[in-house]
Antibody, heavy 128, light 108 residues
Framework: QVQLEQSGAEVKKPGASVKVSCKAS????????INWVRQATGQGLEWMGW????????GYAQQFQGRVTMTTNTSISTVYMELNSLRADDTAVYYC?????????????????????WGKGTTVTVSS | SSELTQDPAVSVALGQTVRITCQGD??????ATWYQQKPGQAPVLVVY???IRPSGIPDRFFGSISGNTASLTITGAQAEDEGDYYC???????????FGGGTKLTVL
């Protein structure tokens, strides 16, 4: 079945970097984008950005521009999310999610874009 | 602050109907996608587009849109429907994604 396996929990000091991996299985890796979403304890979901494994193209949320880098290694069906200059408020669970982009059958020219399979999440703790 | 606004909390009696709303200008151009999240778990896709449910999502979940407000209606709410519900759509630029702040649903 379709699965996204994320790397284990990380503890980092302020100013350090963290790299979280997300390994896909059960589907053709290159055919779906991967989005990253994070969630601080007791808070809502925050979108971070997307990566297209086929092209390597990326798009990032404005608040992470310059601090986040998403990459892929297609030979092992894995996507990475690296966040630099970590701060205490980066402490959160980081999720990767397979994203489908399919044409609407009712709205001509419209594409549905939704995250249908999620990893279990990776806890990143930033503390001195 | 999010460009999509949700009520922080809603409650419903077991078996009754509840509507969870999501408001934002971008919803005039883009459909909302709805996710359910239970404590300690990853979000689960519930509804996308014009009321499209993935396989396995009960038909008591119904998505709709009116103007700048998207709604997720649960008809005959069950105890297992308790959790946090998030809407997601595009931001005002249409390029980036944005989540609503989430609505905590309690089934009484």
């Amino acid at each position: 079945q379709v699965q996204l396996e994320q790397s284990g929990a990380e503890v980092k000091k302020p100013g350090a970097s963290v790299k979280v991996s997300c390994k896909a299985s059960g589907y053709t890796f290159s055919t779906n984008e991967i989005n990253w979403v994070r969630q601080a304890t007791g808070q809502g979901l925050e979108w971070m950005g997307w990566l297209n494994p086929k092209s390597g193209n990326t798009g990032y949320a404005q608040q992470f521009q310059g601090r986040v880098t998403m990459t892929t290694n297609t030979s092992i069906s894995t996507v990475y999310m690296e966040l630099n200059s970590l701060r205490a408020d980066d402490t959160a669970v980081y999720y990767c999610a397979r994203t489908r982009r399919i044409p609407s059958t009712t709205d001509v020219g419209y594409y549905h874009y939704y995250m249908d399979v999620w990893g279990k999440g990776t806890t990143v703790t930033v503390s001195s | 602050s999010s460009e999509l606004t949700q009520d922080p909390a809603v409650s419903v009696a077991l078996g009754q109907t509840v509507r969870i709303t999501c408001q934002g200008d971008s919803l005039r151009s883009y459909y909302a996608t709805w996710y359910q999240q239970k404590p300690g778990q990853a979000p689960v896709l519930v509804v996308y587009g014009k009321n499209i449910r993935p396989s396995g999502i009960p038909d008591r979940f119904f998505g709709s849109i009116s103007g700048n407000t998207a709604s997720l209606t649960i008809t005959g709410a069950q105890a297992e429907d308790e959790g946090d519900y998030y809407c997601k759509s595009r931001d005002s630029s249409g390029v980036r994604l944005v989540f609503g702040g989430g609505t905590k649903l309690t089934v009484l």
